[in-house]
């Protein structure tokens, strides 16, 4: 069974920092592509960034790009994404899913919540 857990999600001050982690298991970590998500409230899903094979193959909205960095450790089944310089505007629930950003077929973990507020 493939599952995907999102942690590390919580309330900071905008120019705050997070590190949001997925733990996995299975599937075949090593040669998947990783994406991360997030949804604020009465949006849509926004894509934020997706990881390849290994760390230096990376992708991200323009919106986070600068600020944002994902990062996979393949032994552990592990992706990261850091967060830096949150802004309001970042809240949402994030949540990792399999695949690329525009796959249509995919398996996503529930997410975790972040709430950037002063």
């Known amino acids: 069974e493939v599952q995907l857990v999102e942690s590390g999600g919580d309330m900071v001050q905008p120019g705050g920092s997070l590190r949001l982690t997925c733990r996995t298991s299975g599937f075949d970590f090593d040669t998947a592509l990783m994406t991360w998500v997030r949804q604020a409230p009465g949006k849509g899903p926004e894509w934020v960034s997706t990881?390849?094979?290994?760390?230096?193959?990376?992708n991200y909205a323009d919106s986070v790009k600068g600020r944002f960095t994902a990062s996979r450790d393949n032994a552990l089944k592990t992706v990261y994404l850091q967060m830096n310089a949150l802004k309001p505007e970042d809240t949402a629930l994030y949540y990792c899913r399999t695949g690329g950003r525009d796959n249509k077929i995919f398996v996503r973990g529930q997410g975790t919540q972040v709430t950037v507020s002063s």
């Open positions: 990881i390849g094979f290994n760390t230096y193959i990376t």
